[in-house]
């Protein structure tokens, strides 16, 4: 499964993007995705997570801010209030929820972890100038 991101770009801080991550030629609406981002220097981290009933999750540094979606198509990311520390290359990632249980990994673990995603993008650049 290729994953394709898109939506990308240079703001301001305090302006909105939204990114979007499409898989062509497959529906993955079964499948749990997240976005990551990793600015230079740093490790890959997680952003957030949906599962296929929708349910989300968020990392405590951009919750209240960003919003993760999904229709049977693609899945979104809706940044608001942007700021300077939220500049970093961002990916989404996939997995079919079987994979975790066969792992025997822990659910609740396995969404922040980037290894616990089969499939990723190439990854989408966002810049926020302060």
């Known amino acids: 499964v290729q994953l394709v991101e898109s939506g990308g770009g240079s703001v301001q801080a305090g302006e909105s993007l939204r990114l979007s991550c499409a898989a062509p030629g497959y529906t993955y609406f079964s499948y749990n995705m997240a976005w990551f981002r990793q600015a230079p220097g740093k490790e890959r981290e997680a952003v957030a997570g949906?599962?296929?009933?929708?349910d989300t999750r968020y990392a405590v540094s951009v919750k209240g801010r960003f919003t993760i979606s999904r229709d049977s198509k693609k899945m979104y990311l809706q940044m608001d209030s942007l700021k300077s520390e939220d500049s970093a290359m961002y990916f989404c990632?996939?997995?079919?929820?079987?994979?975790?249980?066969?792992?025997?990994?822990?659910?609740?673990?396995?969404?922040?972890?980037?290894?616990?995603?089969?499939?990723w993008g190439q990854g989408t650049r966002v810049v926020v100038s302060s």
């Open positions: 990632a996939a997995v079919e929820p079987m994979t975790w249980t066969l792992r025997g990994t822990d659910f609740a673990d396995s969404w922040w972890r980037s290894g616990g995603y089969s499939y």
């Open positions: 949906i599962d296929s009933d929708g």
